[in-house]
Protein backbone atom coordinates (compact mmCIF):
# COMPACT_ATOMS: atom_id res chain seq x y z
CA UNK A 1 0.00 0.00 0.00
CA UNK A 2 1.32 3.75 -1.04
CA UNK A 3 2.26 6.16 1.59
CA UNK A 4 -0.54 8.32 -0.22
CA UNK A 5 -3.26 5.21 0.71
CA UNK A 6 -2.17 5.38 4.38
CA UNK A 7 -1.77 8.65 5.00
CA UNK A 8 -5.88 8.41 3.61
CA UNK A 9 -6.02 6.40 6.18
CA UNK A 10 -4.99 9.11 8.85
CA UNK A 11 -6.83 11.76 6.94
CA UNK A 12 -10.11 9.84 7.12
CA UNK A 13 -10.10 9.15 11.00
CA UNK A 14 -9.14 12.88 11.83
CA UNK A 15 -12.34 13.88 9.71
CA UNK A 16 -14.50 11.66 11.52
CA UNK A 17 -13.23 12.61 14.64
CA UNK A 18 -13.43 16.60 13.95
CA UNK A 19 -16.66 15.95 12.46
CA UNK A 20 -18.14 14.69 15.42
CA UNK A 21 -17.11 17.03 17.99
CA UNK A 22 -17.78 19.86 15.56
CA UNK A 23 -21.45 18.40 15.69
CA UNK A 24 -21.60 17.77 19.80
CA UNK A 25 -19.78 21.22 19.94
CA UNK A 26 -22.72 22.62 17.90
CA UNK A 27 -25.05 20.66 19.68
CA UNK A 28 -24.73 20.32 23.97
CA UNK A 29 -22.81 22.84 26.54
CA UNK A 30 -20.03 21.61 28.75
CA UNK A 31 -21.46 19.49 30.74
CA UNK A 32 -24.59 18.92 29.15
CA UNK A 33 -26.14 15.70 29.16
CA UNK A 34 -28.27 13.64 26.82
CA UNK A 35 -29.56 10.42 27.10
CA UNK A 36 -29.75 8.73 23.90
CA UNK A 37 -30.09 4.71 24.69
CA UNK A 38 -30.51 3.21 29.46
CA UNK A 39 -26.55 2.65 28.68
CA UNK A 40 -25.44 5.46 26.69
CA UNK A 41 -25.25 9.42 26.73
CA UNK A 42 -23.97 11.72 24.89
CA UNK A 43 -21.98 13.87 27.66
CA UNK A 44 -19.98 16.89 26.88
CA UNK A 45 -17.15 17.49 28.75
CA UNK A 46 -13.17 19.26 27.98
CA UNK A 47 -10.49 16.93 29.20
CA UNK A 48 -7.27 18.93 30.40
CA UNK A 49 -5.39 15.72 30.64
CA UNK A 50 -4.03 12.79 29.07
CA UNK A 51 -6.47 9.77 29.43
CA UNK A 52 -9.08 9.67 31.73
CA UNK A 53 -8.27 13.31 32.77
CA UNK A 54 -4.58 11.75 34.09
CA UNK A 55 -1.91 14.42 34.42
CA UNK A 56 -4.23 17.64 34.33
CA UNK A 57 -2.78 20.79 32.26
CA UNK A 58 -4.31 23.53 33.21
CA UNK A 59 -1.30 26.41 31.98
CA UNK A 60 -0.04 27.29 28.99
CA UNK A 61 2.86 25.21 29.58
CA UNK A 62 1.47 22.44 30.62
CA UNK A 63 -0.74 22.25 27.37
CA UNK A 64 2.13 23.01 25.20
CA UNK A 65 3.97 20.03 26.76
CA UNK A 66 1.58 17.39 26.01
CA UNK A 67 1.19 18.84 22.51
CA UNK A 68 5.17 18.18 22.31
CA UNK A 69 4.92 14.75 23.23
CA UNK A 70 1.74 14.28 21.61
CA UNK A 71 3.63 15.28 18.36
CA UNK A 72 7.12 13.29 19.10
CA UNK A 73 4.82 9.94 19.60
CA UNK A 74 3.18 10.89 16.30
CA UNK A 75 6.24 11.10 14.65
CA UNK A 76 7.27 7.81 16.18
CA UNK A 77 4.39 6.02 15.19
CA UNK A 78 4.42 7.91 11.29
CA UNK A 79 7.86 5.91 11.27
CA UNK A 80 6.42 2.92 12.15
CA UNK A 81 3.42 3.51 9.13
CA UNK A 82 5.87 4.05 6.71
CA UNK A 83 8.05 0.84 7.39
CA UNK A 84 4.63 -1.12 8.12
CA UNK A 85 4.57 -4.29 5.95
CA UNK A 86 0.63 -6.19 6.54
CA UNK A 87 -2.54 -4.53 5.70
CA UNK A 88 -2.96 -5.07 10.11
CA UNK A 89 0.11 -2.84 10.88
CA UNK A 90 -0.99 -0.26 8.11
CA UNK A 91 -4.42 -0.25 10.02
CA UNK A 92 -3.09 -0.01 13.44
CA UNK A 93 -0.49 2.52 12.73
CA UNK A 94 -3.01 4.77 10.61
CA UNK A 95 -5.99 4.67 13.36
CA UNK A 96 -3.35 5.55 16.15
CA UNK A 97 -2.27 8.37 14.24
CA UNK A 98 -5.18 9.52 13.23
CA UNK A 99 -6.49 9.34 16.92
CA UNK A 100 -3.47 11.08 18.20
CA UNK A 101 -3.54 14.02 15.68
CA UNK A 102 -7.31 14.07 16.28
CA UNK A 103 -6.87 15.09 20.01
CA UNK A 104 -3.87 17.32 19.40
CA UNK A 105 -5.63 19.14 17.41
CA UNK A 106 -8.33 19.45 19.97
CA UNK A 107 -5.43 20.41 22.56
CA UNK A 108 -4.24 23.48 20.51
CA UNK A 109 -7.55 24.52 19.46
CA UNK A 110 -9.42 24.56 22.91
CA UNK A 111 -6.35 23.30 25.53
CA UNK A 112 -8.50 20.32 26.12
CA UNK A 113 -9.88 17.34 24.19
CA UNK A 114 -13.43 17.55 23.60
CA UNK A 115 -15.17 14.08 24.48
CA UNK A 116 -18.86 13.05 24.14
CA UNK A 117 -19.04 9.19 24.52
CA UNK A 118 -20.42 8.32 27.73
CA UNK A 119 -21.71 4.95 28.19
CA UNK A 120 -22.87 3.40 31.52
CA UNK A 121 -24.36 0.27 32.86
CA UNK A 122 -26.23 0.03 36.61
CA UNK A 123 -23.74 1.70 38.76
CA UNK A 124 -20.84 1.51 36.91
CA UNK A 125 -19.60 4.26 34.44
CA UNK A 126 -17.18 4.38 31.83
CA UNK A 127 -14.89 7.80 31.17
CA UNK A 128 -15.84 9.95 28.78
CA UNK A 129 -14.00 9.57 25.29
CA UNK A 130 -13.88 10.62 22.17
CA UNK A 131 -13.87 9.11 18.46
CA UNK A 132 -9.62 9.68 18.30
CA UNK A 133 -9.36 7.67 21.54
CA UNK A 134 -11.88 4.61 19.97
CA UNK A 135 -9.23 5.14 16.43
CA UNK A 136 -6.53 4.59 18.79
CA UNK A 137 -8.15 1.58 21.16
CA UNK A 138 -8.44 -0.30 18.52
CA UNK A 139 -5.64 0.54 16.68
CA UNK A 140 -3.21 -0.80 19.90
CA UNK A 141 -5.56 -3.78 19.97
CA UNK A 142 -4.87 -4.42 16.49
CA UNK A 143 -1.27 -4.53 17.07
CA UNK A 144 -1.41 -6.76 19.84
CA UNK A 145 -3.06 -9.14 17.55
CA UNK A 146 -0.30 -8.36 14.85
CA UNK A 147 2.19 -9.63 17.41
CA UNK A 148 -0.21 -12.61 18.89
CA UNK A 149 -0.21 -14.15 15.37
CA UNK A 150 3.84 -13.25 14.24
CA UNK A 151 4.72 -14.85 17.64
CA UNK A 152 2.34 -18.10 16.94
CA UNK A 153 3.80 -18.08 13.22
CA UNK A 154 7.33 -17.97 14.98
CA UNK A 155 6.30 -20.38 17.43
CA UNK A 156 4.93 -22.99 14.61
CA UNK A 157 7.43 -22.51 12.11
Known sequence: MHLLHRLSLVSIVIFLD???KWA????????????????????????KGVSFGFFPAHTLLGKSIL?????????WLTLCLVRAETKLEIFSYSFIIGGALGNIVDRVRFGAVVDF????????????????DSAITVGVALLFIQQAWH??????G
Open 67 to 75: VIIGIGFVS
Open 151 to 156: VRKKKR
Open 117 to 132: LHFHLCNHSFPVFNIA
Open 24 to 47: VLGGLSVKEMVPITPFFNLALTLN
Open 18 to 20: QLS
